[in-house]
């Protein structure tokens, strides 16, 4: 399965972002998926996650409120709204298939990985 993420950028402190993330293979609606991120010189950290039919949703404490993970039911296409940005949002951003459907905060829970979209928040 190969993941492509888009939608990341340049975006004011405040503003908001849309990504997506498509997977190659329909075997990925089966399963859930999940958002991770990455700043510079941190650790990889747990974004949201949601189920193989979006009924069940995970996130970040720092996140949560601001942040709003959807799929198309079925498909294997997940999106992530951002509103209310922040510098410390800056990251790159990783959709991940996972290997159960229901979701998880872990990364080990995940097969699949995409290959990033940077998000950058001024101040």
């Known amino acids: 399965v190969q993941l492509q993420a888009s939608g990341g950028g340049l975006v004011q402190a405040g503003g908001s972002l849309r990504l997506s993330c498509a997977a190659s293979?329909?075997?990925?609606?089966?399963?859930?998926m999940a958002w991770f991120r990455q700043a510079p010189g941190k650790e990889r950290e747990f974004v949201a996650a949601?189920?193989?039919?979006?009924?069940?949703?995970y996130y970040a404490d720092s996140v949560k409120g601001r942040f709003t993970i959807s799929r198309d039911y079925g498909a294997s296409v997940m999106y992530l709204l951002m509103n209310g940005l922040r510098p410390d949002d800056t990251a790159v951003y990783f959709c991940?298939?996972?290997?159960?459907?229901?979701?998880?905060?872990?990364?080990?829970?995940?097969?699949?990985w995409g290959q990033g979209t940077l998000v950058t928040v001024s101040s």
């Open positions: 991940a298939v996972g290997r159960r459907a229901v979701p998880s905060r872990e990364t080990s829970e995940y097969r699949y």
């Open positions: 949601i189920s193989w039919n979006g009924g069940t949703t």
């Open positions: 293979r329909r075997t990925a609606s089966n399963n859930a």
